[in-house]
């Protein structure tokens, strides 16, 4: 079964970094999209960024110049590098595939806080 396992959430300054990971298995991991979303205290999930199987990548004009997202085909991860934290990136960060129906990961949490 899919299964998708996320972490390197924390708390963290403004203007500080962090680096998440998702751990995917149950499905042929290079050939699908993923995805990452998050969800603020309060407010619906948003898509933060998605790469595809070819390595397109497409992020939120929110974290564009600030997040980076990338995929190790042979480790079947998918990162997020996020620098320049700003108070408004405290959500909880979750990664995403779509095979045949969504599936999701628990969830880490960001924290970005003085």
């Known amino acids: 079964q899919v299964q998708l396992v996320e972490s390197g959430g924390g708390l963290v300054q403004p203007g500080g970094s962090l680096r998440l990971s998702c751990a995917a298995s149950?499905?042929?991991?290079?050939?699908?999209?993923m995805n990452w979303y998050r969800q603020a205290p309060g407010k619906g999930r948003e898509l933060v960024a998605r790469?595809?199987?070819?390595?397109?990548?497409l992020y939120a004009d929110s974290v564009k110049g600030r997040f980076t997202i990338s995929r190790d085909n042979v480790k079947n991860t998918v990162s997020l590098q996020m620098d320049s934290l700003k108070l408004e990136d405290t959500a909880v960060y979750y990664c995403?595939?779509?095979?045949?129906?969504?599936?999701w990961g628990q969830g880490t949490r960001v924290t970005v806080s003085e």
């Open positions: 995403n595939v779509v095979v045949v129906s969504g599936y």
């Open positions: 149950g499905f042929i991991f290079r050939t699908y999209r």
């Open positions: 790469i595809n199987s070819d390595g397109g990548t």
